[in-house]
């Protein structure tokens, strides 16, 4: 553990660009000496887990993390045994979606109010303190609630029970307690296809056929409206940033055509749930959105803290060989010890992005939530800051001044196997100093989606644009 330890704290010292960022030098060494002096004795190998994910955690950065081993997707899968309900938090609560035993008392709506004696609240903040976001984030966390994730944060990091005692609260407020075995998520997601109770959930959010990460369609109970649905920022067999921008590019200027045909006058473009991808895409996204004429920063400055290609850790990282020989030629040394990345010219000044002359010059709805985040997040931040729309939803997943990213170092902590992954850039976006740091873009308008909307499968966000639509064209 020791040996684990302190060749992690120096990857981190070395590598992490924002290892100081929301926590002071001096109290960030301080944690890892305490730590250090910590692992004194033998520990069972989950507590160790859990002080190097906490560590993680502590840094406060969305693309920093923890997981136990190589094969932690096989083992979930087939070997570990874990709570057999699929949850969906709300509010801060979680409720039952999927219910994966034969017993057909549990329905779905049903929330879960305790596990094995131990109340929820007290699991969920317990659960949260592991979770990786950007700053003080809090609707990126519920995450923890839901589904697979939380099957497998409480086996993780609170406990590994053969049997589950669990309490529910029905919809029409009566107690129910079920004693179940815990399974393999294999086998509870066979049984929760199985279980009639689960029918019209299954229906809705598990057989689902494969369609294009982009979609744009002009809803019928919505004149002059386009509906701009983007799942994430990537597309299949990309494997290069100029790529991405020409398949992204192709896919907007068709859709502008499309739009300009339809003469729409309401574009709705949703990210929610869009976890991220190629950053050139969030870019490329917002030039098509623009309303003045003037060309835009997206980035004030991207900066790492080694240019060291040949540093022990860089081996590790993702970048190819050649990007690696070629590190110095891209980053400009500062007097403070850090490298600021050239953004496509030899000076530090931050490159602009002119509008599309084909881009959209009606109203804008941006849909966002928790998990909108990564290359989503920035986007927002920008689009934001640049006054492109309206944003409806729930706040970003990601730092609106910016995150880290861009490449990766995933690292095997020789002696335990646990797997770490941290990113290489700080980012700084374009956008104007907020004086709370470390929070998210913030909606216009906040809508959450309750465990109501999922059940009925409603779309609070989709029906609040609609209806301000309905009242701007009144």
């Not at 240019?307 to 007097?335: C, H, T, V």
């Not at 010219?345 to 490159?351: E, G, L, V």
Request: proline share 6%.
């Amino acid at each position: 553990m020791q040996a684990d330890f302190r060749y992690l704290r120096r990857m981190l010292e070395e590598t992490h660009p924002g290892l100081y960022r929301y926590t002071p030098r001096p109290v960030m060494q301080a944690k890892l000496d305490s730590i250090d002096r910590s692992l004194n004795k033998p520990l069972p190998f989950y507590t160790f887990f859990k002080t190097v994910a906490s560590l993680m955690a502590d840094i406060r950065c969305a693309h920093t993390h923890a997981l136990p081993g190589k094969n932690w997707r096989e083992q979930f899968n087939h070997t570990l045994k874990t709570i057999p309900f699929f949850m969906f938090p709300s509010q801060n609560r979680a409720y039952v979606l999927l219910n994966g035993i034969t017993d057909q008392t549990i329905k779905p709506g049903f929330e879960l109010l305790s596990i094995n004696g131990q109340p929820m609240e007290a699991i969920r903040q317990q659960v949260s303190r592991y979770y990786w976001t950007d700053g003080y984030i809090e609707s990126a966390k519920m995450a923890t609630l839901k589904g697979e994730l939380f099957a497998l944060f409480y086996y993780w990091f609170i406990d590994r029970p053969d049997t589950f005692a669990l309490t529910f609260r029905s919809p029409t407020g009566d107690t129910l307690r079920v004693e179940t075995p815990a399974k393999p998520f294999q086998t509870s997601l066979q049984l929760m296809k199985q279980n009639p109770v689960n029918k019209q959930m299954v229906a809705w959010y598990v057989t689902k056929n494969s369609k294009h990460p982009w979609r744009l369609y002009f809803p019928d109970t919505l004149a002059s409206t386009a509906y701009l649905r983007l799942d994430g920022f990537g597309s299949k067999g990309v494997n290069s940033n100029e790529e991405a921008v020409r398949v992204f590019r192709q896919f907007m200027d068709k859709s502008m055509a499309k739009i300009q045909k339809k003469q729409a006058k309401n574009m709705i473009v949703d990210v929610r749930a869009n976890t991220g991808g190629w950053d050139s895409q969030g870019i490329e996204l917002l030039t098509y959105l623009l309303k003045a004429d003037t060309a835009v920063a997206y980035y004030a400055r991207q900066h790492s803290v080694t240019d060291d290609a040949d540093a022990e850790f860089m081996k590790f990282s993702d970048l190819s060989e050649a990007d690696r020989k070629n590190i110095k030629n891209e980053l400009i040394p500062e007097p403070d010890g850090t490298f600021t990345l050239k953004q496509g010219s030899d000076t530090r000044a931050p490159k602009r992005y002119v509008p599309k002359p084909n881009r959209f010059r009606g109203q804008v709805y941006i849909l966002m939530d928790g998990a909108s985040a990564s290359t989503a997040s920035e986007f927002l931040a920008v689009a934001h800051a640049n006054r492109v729309g309206v944003f409806v939803g729930e706040e970003s997943g990601g730092a609106y001044e910016g995150g880290n990213g861009s490449s990766f170092i995933n690292l095997e902590l020789p002696k335990s196997g646990i797997q770490v992954s941290t990113p290489l850039v700080y980012y700084n976006n374009a956008v104007p100093e907020l004086k709370q740091k470390g929070r998210g873009t913030m909606p216009d308008y906040f809508v959450p989606l309750t465990i109501s909307n999922v059940l009925n499968h409603t779309a609070p966000h989709v029906t609040f644009v609609k209806e301000l639509i309905r009242k701007q064209n009144k």
